[in-house]
């Protein structure tokens, strides 16, 4: 792919938060840039609020002229999400014009910069903006690609430098192998995307040859007791990068630092979760691999906002407090609750989770199960099928079975405000990877009445 000889950028799929991203990188750099999607969403309108076409049907009468007859010049983009009979990719792919997986134009436009991988089933979106975040307040010129919209650049794309590039390495579809960089760590490997994978076995052997894809001379983090040679990060253990002397003081973690040549002391973070801290350890680690001097990383971990939708303050005051999450996997759920159960000790908790694809609530529902029923007051929602058919036998109601909460129930997305109004909690979380987050904005704005 020769980026010179491209005047346009067609994307299939352009809604999605990772291809959103590559659109406003085409954008950045003068490419004419269009694309289609499913439904409208808060990304899409921004994405036509900077100029880009977008529409939502699936109909080559909606696409502009220019982008079908030049297939030498014009770049199709397409997330793995696109069913093959789709209209526009069958158009595209029978008329000559170059076709390309989201992962690997990352790759492509990656691989001449100092890349940043952050691979691991968990934790990517908040590592690698933690990450970026940290670079760019140490005057690091990069680009930045997320799985998520930063608070603090209000984005998932940041372009202040080619230098260095900071990207998701994404294990579904094997999407990370497109990827060649410097520094990369792998935050977990639990089970997940069996249906692309088939067993955890064939995952792990995946995110193994991931890890030869560095370049060499590349360094390599992984936390610590994942089964991958590397630098290792952890918490009050014999980690190369370790935190020690964990303190909470206003819901901000205070603690020393460990690297392999000094002690940071009095190290402040505010984003809730050991989970977290690990994410923020981590992106440290990889971040000195810039040359950045580590206090002045230690300042910026401390001025680190957050991403939307993981464990995101909506409401927060002495009465009630509403955190949205976008945790899907039950290691997530795990991570959300002893966060809440750390930052809000003795306090009622609502969890409302809307389950995200029939097979991942096949493959892990005993899973869901415990850790949903960690939670006393939980109400589930039907099941977000986003690119899945229908599994018989595979629903809400057969996960709430399972769970062995004393209060819990299956709910329609009308029924949300009026449940947590009957219910009366000091914190209320949402979580899920569907459209539950499209709730938020309403529930916020509803109970901000109430209270």
């Known amino acids: 792919m020769n980026v010179t000889q491209i005047h346009r950028v067609y994307f299939i799929g352009i809604g999605g938060i990772g291809m959103s991203a590559l659109a406003r990188y085409f954008a950045f750099i003068n490419k004419a840039v269009a694309g ?24 080559m009468d ?20 696109v069913p093959a009979s789709h209209k526009e ?21 990656t691989k001449e910069s100092f890349c940043f991988a952050v691979a691991g089933t968990h934790g990517k979106t908040t590592t690698s903006s933690i990450l970026a975040h940290l670079l760019k307040e140490t005057g ?9 919209i930063s608070e603090d650049f209000n984005s ?56 030869e894809r560095l370049k060499p001379g590349g360094k390599l983090f992984v936390r610590n007791g994942l089964p991958l040679k590397g630098l290792t990060y952890g918490i009050e253990d014999d980690s190369d990068y370790c935190i020690r002397n964990i303190t909470i003081e206003r819901g901000t973690y205070i603690f020393d630092l460990e690297t392999p040549d ?12 050991r989970h977290n801290l690990l994410n923020g350890l981590v992106a440290f680690a990889m971040a000195m691999e810039s040359g950045s001097p580590p206090h002045r990383l230690a300042k910026a971990l401390a001025t680190f906002k957050g991403v939307q939708r993981r464990f995101s303050y909506q409401l927060k005051n002495d009465d009630f407090v509403f955190i949205d999450d976008y945790a899907h996997h039950p ?26 694809l029939y097979t991942r609530t096949r493959d892990f529902v005993d899973d869901f ?15 977000y099928p986003a690119r899945e058919e229908a599994i018989p036998g595979v629903d809400s109601q057969w996960l709430l079975n399972k769970i062995t909460s004393s209060n819990k129930a299956l709910i329609s997305k009308e029924q949300i405000v009026s449940r947590i109004k009957a219910e009366n909690p000091d914190v209320l979380v949402t979580m899920g990877a569907g459209d539950i987050g499209l709730e938020v904005v309403k529930i916020k704005k509803e109970m901000s009445y109430a209270i």
Do not use: W
């Not at 909606?62 to 999400?81: I, Q």
């Not at 290691?331 to 995200?356: C, D, G, W």
């Not at 199960?369 to 099941?383: G, H, P, T, V, Y």
């Open 36 to 59: 289609y999607d499913k439904t409208e969403t808060p990304l899409t309108q921004e994405l036509v609020s900077s100029g880009i076409d977008v529409h939502y049907v699936d109909d």
């Open 62 to 81: 909606s696409v502009a002229e220019e982008y079908k007859n030049d297939p030498e010049h014009t770049l199709v983009v397409y997330t793995p999400a």
């Open 89 to 109: 990719y069958q158009f595209f792919l029978q008329n000559g014009f170059t076709i390309k997986k989201r992962s690997e134009v990352l790759g492509l436009i």
């Open 140 to 148: 690091v010129k990069m680009t930045a690609f997320l799985g998520g």
């Open 156 to 211: 998932n794309f940041l372009l202040e430098g080619t230098d260095f590039s900071v990207v998701e390495a994404d294990e579904f579809d094997r999407s990370f192998m497109q990827l060649t960089p410097n520094v990369a760590c792998v935050t977990s490997m639990d089970a997940d995307h069996l249906d692309i994978y088939g067993d955890a076995q064939e995952l792990e052997r995946t995110f193994k040859d991931f890890t």
């Open 262 to 273: 000094a002690t940071l002391k009095g190290v402040e973070f505010n984003k809730p979760g």
């Open 331 to 356: 290691t997530e759920i795990n991570a959300v609750f002893e966060a809440i159960s750390e930052m809000h000790p003795y306090k009622k908790v609502l969890a409302i989770f809307q389950p995200h």
């Open 369 to 383: 199960a415990k850790s949903l029923s960690q939670f006393k007051n939980i109400l589930l929602l039907d099941i």
